[in-house]
């Protein structure tokens, strides 16, 4: 069975301060794929990374960073100099390979606070 | 190019009535599927399919049936809805590269 735990419910920073939300995933596929998706109040999803089980090396993309370590099963996904329109809820989410499931976390609410 | 599109994007029902949410894409994706959001629980699987005359059952199905007469629309059968079945509900296709979801239906039942 596969599992997403992200531990923090909510999270509260003031703007312009760094935040790094975690996500530890089970699994006992040797490939899957790992994502992050933004949950704006809006309610829409937002997609914004996926990472293969082979590829560890750590992605930045302007403020957002990832870093994905298969020793310790987690991609925790920070944001530098957060924002305002940074808050939402985050979830990160698992797919094994050869299935269609995609496994969510809980989420993690952050609001950045001005 | 639509992507997924989801309707309604609101509904209220009463105890007992029955209703379709609709998703159809535009992407000729063979996989598509339902989830449900509910607050502090993330979003769980209700059904799937992974073509058109094939669909299977997810996490969370008591209450929902599904069709899949095309590769296009994959609608989700409320036969007799419950207050439990608040919730928003989210339609996705997916292909190798990762998945799409549509905007949400927000259901309330009262």
């Known amino acids: 069975a596969q599992k997403v735990t992200q531990a923090q419910t909510e999270i509260s920073v003031v703007e312009k301060e760094d935040v790094t939300l975690d996500c530890v995933y089970e699994t006992r596929d040797t490939t899957y794929y790992l994502f992050w998706y933004k949950q704006p109040p809006s309610g829409e999803l937002v997609f914004l990374i996926r990472?293969?089980?082979?590829?560890?090396q750590n992605e930045i993309s302007g403020r957002y960073s990832w870093n994905f370590q298969k020793s310790t099963s987690s991609f925790n996904f920070t944001i530098t100099a957060s924002q305002v329109v940074d808050s939402a809820v985050y979830f990160c989410?698992?797919?094994?390979?050869?299935?269609?499931?995609?496994?969510f976390g809980k989420g993690t609410k952050l609001s950045v606070i001005p | 190019n639509a992507g997924v599109t989801q309707t309604p994007k609101f509904q209220v029902l009463k105890t007992g009535q029955s209703m379709t949410l609709q998703c159809a894409q535009d992407m000729n994706h063979e996989y598509m599927s339902w989830y449900r959001q509910d607050p502090g629980m993330g979003l769980r699987l209700i059904h799937y399919s992974v073509g058109a005359g094939i669909t299977d059952q997810g996490e969370v199905p008591n209450g929902y049936n599904v069709s899949r007469s095309t590769t296009e629309d994959f609608p989700l059968r409320l036969l007799s809805a419950a207050p439990s079945q608040t919730s928003v509900y989210f339609c996705a296709s997916y292909r190798g590269d990762g998945y799409t979801f549509g905007s949400g239906t927000r259901l309330t039942v009262v």
């Open positions: 990472r293969n089980s082979f590829d560890e």
């Open positions: 989410a698992l797919l094994g390979a050869g299935s269609y499931q995609l496994t």
